[in-house]
Protein backbone atom coordinates (compact mmCIF):
# COMPACT_ATOMS: atom_id res chain seq x y z
CA UNK A 1 0.00 0.00 0.00
CA UNK A 2 1.38 3.52 -0.86
CA UNK A 3 1.55 5.86 1.62
CA UNK A 4 2.41 9.70 2.70
CA UNK A 5 3.33 9.21 5.75
CA UNK A 6 6.58 10.25 5.27
CA UNK A 7 5.89 13.38 3.63
CA UNK A 8 3.24 14.48 6.34
CA UNK A 9 5.89 13.80 9.01
CA UNK A 10 8.68 15.80 7.22
CA UNK A 11 6.22 18.61 6.49
CA UNK A 12 6.39 18.46 10.24
CA UNK A 13 9.93 18.06 10.99
CA UNK A 14 9.12 15.45 13.45
CA UNK A 15 11.55 12.00 13.12
CA UNK A 16 10.11 8.68 13.10
CA UNK A 17 10.62 8.69 16.93
CA UNK A 18 8.98 11.71 17.68
CA UNK A 19 5.73 10.11 15.07
CA UNK A 20 6.40 6.88 16.70
CA UNK A 21 5.70 8.33 20.24
CA UNK A 22 2.55 10.75 18.82
CA UNK A 23 0.89 7.37 17.55
CA UNK A 24 2.20 4.80 20.62
CA UNK A 25 3.85 2.15 18.26
CA UNK A 26 7.54 1.72 17.55
CA UNK A 27 10.31 3.74 15.48
CA UNK A 28 10.46 0.62 13.67
CA UNK A 29 6.43 0.32 12.81
CA UNK A 30 6.45 4.00 11.30
CA UNK A 31 10.26 2.60 9.43
CA UNK A 32 7.76 -0.23 8.08
CA UNK A 33 4.92 1.83 7.07
CA UNK A 34 6.61 4.32 5.47
CA UNK A 35 8.70 2.15 3.54
CA UNK A 36 5.37 0.03 2.47
CA UNK A 37 7.27 -2.88 4.18
CA UNK A 38 4.07 -2.98 6.43
CA UNK A 39 0.39 -2.20 6.31
CA UNK A 40 -1.10 -0.24 9.51
CA UNK A 41 -4.05 -2.55 11.15
CA UNK A 42 -6.97 0.22 10.92
CA UNK A 43 -6.92 1.56 14.31
CA UNK A 44 -3.63 2.63 13.77
CA UNK A 45 -4.83 3.69 10.32
CA UNK A 46 -7.58 5.85 11.80
CA UNK A 47 -5.27 7.09 14.77
CA UNK A 48 -2.57 8.46 11.41
CA UNK A 49 -5.55 10.22 10.10
CA UNK A 50 -6.83 11.79 13.00
CA UNK A 51 -2.95 12.69 13.81
CA UNK A 52 -2.14 14.30 10.65
CA UNK A 53 -6.63 15.73 10.42
CA UNK A 54 -6.77 14.69 7.09
CA UNK A 55 -9.09 11.58 5.69
CA UNK A 56 -7.19 8.08 5.63
CA UNK A 57 -7.37 8.24 1.60
CA UNK A 58 -5.50 11.13 1.18
CA UNK A 59 -2.71 9.47 3.48
CA UNK A 60 -2.79 6.05 2.13
CA UNK A 61 -3.94 4.90 -1.48
CA UNK A 62 -4.10 1.15 -2.30
CA UNK A 63 -4.17 1.31 -5.37
CA UNK A 64 -1.02 -0.79 -6.88
CA UNK A 65 1.53 1.77 -8.85
Known sequence: M???L???RAERNWSQAELAM???VSRQA??????????PSLPLAFRI????EQPIE????????
Open 2 to 4: NNR
Open 6 to 8: KVL
Open 22 to 24: NLD
Open 30 to 39: VNAIETGKHD
Open 49 to 52: ARLF
Open 58 to 65: EIFDDQQA
